[in-house]
Every structure is written in structure tokens, then in C-alpha cells.
């Protein structure tokens, strides 16, 4: 079996709420060139706090198998694709 490692990528943003819109948007990017990014696991943490983790997306299981792909902390129902993305 081949080894799986993580990546740990340390960025700093000034308060929780930008750091996950920060984290949203490097997930979805990152998950747009590589298969392999798991958004639903991204956390942010205070600096001085790195074990008191926030989760960034909801990433619930829904019907069929796929993923809520709303941000944590949403009160719409849940969604596999955020609705400002399907703007064109």
C-alpha cells in the first residue's frame, strides 16, 4: 500500500471569519487542480491555539454519498455546490 502524507500549510489571517473564507477559497482552488484535497477536512486554528480547531466547511453527508460543500456555520439547507457558484 502506497503511503499518504498531509500537508500542513501555515497561513495567517487577522480573525476567524477571514480565515476560513481564506481556507474556503485555497480548498476550492487546490481541489480544482488535484483530486487528491480533501476540503471537507480544513480547520483553522488561532495561532497560539493550533489544537482548538474551527471547521471551515459543513461537509455532511447527503442523499447518494456526496458532501454538503457550504461553509461550517451555514443556515441554508445543505448543498453539494455553494449557489453563488453556479452564477455565470
Do not use: K, Y
Not at 500537508?7 to 488535484?34: E, M, N, Q, Y
Amino acid at each position: 500500500m502506497t503511503e499518504r502524507w498531509v500537508i500542513h500549510l501555515p497561513v495567517t489571517a487577522p480573525d476567524l471569519h477571514r480565515a476560513r473564507i481564506f481556507a474556503r477559497t485555497a480548498a476550492r482552488v487546490l481541489a480544482r487542480l488535484s483530486a487528491h484535497v480533501e476540503p471537507g477536512g480544513v480547520t483553522v486554528s488561532p495561532e497560539d491555539q493550533q489544537n482548538v480547531r474551527h471547521w471551515v466547511f459543513c461537509d455532511r453527508r447527503l442523499p447518494g454519498g456526496a458532501r454538503c460543500a457550504l461553509p461550517a456555520d451555514h443556515t441554508a439547507p445543505c448543498s453539494r455546490r455553494a449557489p453563488w457558484l453556479n452564477r455565470r
